[in-house]
């Protein structure tokens, strides 16, 4: 099982299989960031009273539940 799994990234050649773009590429294949800006992106949302007002209600607003499901309550972030 584990070597099938490590093959699930690999084409039948033994080459490995890269992301190609398509109509859905964007939204399909997530974030695409450096890990400089996504530590910039954690720490502003571990502490956003750091950031100006506007950025610090914005990212505050992601971390609310704004949809409720049952018991379970949904956030933008």
């Known amino acids: 099982m ?3 799994l490590r093959q699930l990234h690999y084409a039948k050649d033994g080459e490995p299989v890269h992301v190609t ?12 960031t450096t890990s ?4 910039k992106f954690i720490e502003a949302n571990i502490d956003p009273s750091v950031l100006d007002r506007t950025l610090q209600s914005a990212i505050e607003s992601t971390h ?12 933008l972030g």
Not at 64 to 75: F, L, P, T, V
């Open 64 to 75: 609310m539940g704004h949809y409720r499901i049952g018991a379970m309550y949904q956030g």
């Open 2 to 4: 584990k070597h099938a």
């Open 21 to 32: 773009p398509g109509v859905l590429a964007e939204e399909a294949y997530g974030v695409k």
């Open 36 to 39: 400089r800006d996504m530590i």
